[in-house]
């Protein structure tokens, strides 16, 4: 499990990259607009994810500054690792 969970990780890293680097360096035609958006969504989306989650466990679970970070980078993928680590 923890070879999966690491692998999308790895995936969801790979899918911001492209992300900042359209930001950085616009894509040409209509893929930047698109980007764009996918990037707000992907921002918002693992935001409340990380709101709900300290929302719900922030004091019950003593995460670092990274893991709680790190939710708002790779979102379900490092929940599932909180989880695994902190909760099972």
Same mark, same amino acid.
Not at 21 to 34: D, L
Not at 47 to 53: D, S, T
Not at 61 to 80: C, D, P, Q, T
């Given at each position: 499990?923890?070879?999966?969970? +690491?692998?999308?990780?790895?995936? %969801?890293?790979?899918?911001?990259?492209?992300?900042?680097?359209? %930001?950085?360096?616009?894509?040409?035609?209509?893929?930047?607009?698109?980007?764009? %958006?996918?990037?707000?969504?992907? +921002?918002?989306?693992?935001?409340?994810?990380? +709101? %709900?989650?300290?929302?719900?466990?922030?004091?019950?679970?003593?995460? $670092?500054?990274?893991?709680?970070? $790190?939710?708002?980078?790779?979102?379900?993928?490092?929940?599932?690792?909180?989880?695994?680590?902190?909760?099972?």
């Amino acid at each position: 499990m923890k070879a999966l969970i +690491l692998l999308a990780k790895a995936a %969801i890293a790979f899918v911001w990259a492209v992300l900042i680097a359209n %930001i950085v360096h616009p894509f040409p035609g209509v893929a930047a607009m698109a980007l764009y %958006i996918m990037t707000g969504f992907l +921002l918002v989306m693992h935001g409340l994810q990380m +709101l %709900i989650f300290l929302g719900a466990f922030g004091d019950k679970v003593a995460m $670092s500054r990274w893991e709680k970070w $790190s939710i708002l980078i790779f979102g379900i993928f490092a929940l599932l690792d909180i989880r695994r680590k902190y909760m099972v």
